[in-house]
Nanobody, 112 residues
Framework: VQLMESGGGLVQAGESLRLSCVAS??????????LGWYRQAPGQERELIAT???????NYAASVKDRFTISRDSTKNTAYLQMDNLKPEDTAVYYC?????WGQGTQVTVSS
């Protein structure tokens, strides 16, 4: 399966972005496995921030809980990360992952 993220960009603090993760190829894997959104800021380790099971059950890291919403649409082989009330500390490259597969990442930059 191939994963491709999009939707990143430069925004001001308090604004919103919606990231998309589109799966192609063996989408059977995408449908069956939990999907995770990760982020990696410069000089920091990659951080798991949200997961969603194949049944749609979501979990969040404390740093994004109540601000970010993860969802998935299996009919479109797409997962989303709605990010509201963005903060400068959310600046990072954001990745989606399912099983052992990763996308190339999309940059999110939040200015103060």
């Amino acid at each position: 399966v191939q994963l491709m993220e999009s939707g990143g960009g430069l925004v001001q603090a308090g604004e919103s972005l919606r990231l998309s993760c589109v799966a192609s190829g063996n989408t059977f894997i995408f449908e069956l496995y939990p999907l995770g959104w990760y982020r990696q800021a410069p000089g920091q380790e990659r951080e798991l921030i949200a997961t969603i099971s194949s049944a749609g059950i979501a979990n969040y890291a404390a740093s994004v809980k109540d601000r970010f919403t993860i969802s998935r649409d299996s009919t479109k082989n797409t997962a989303y990360l709605q990010m509201d009330n963005l903060k400068p500390e959310d600046t990072a490259v954001y990745y989606c992952s399912v099983s052992d597969y990763w996308g190339q990442g999309t940059q999110v930059t939040v200015s103060s």
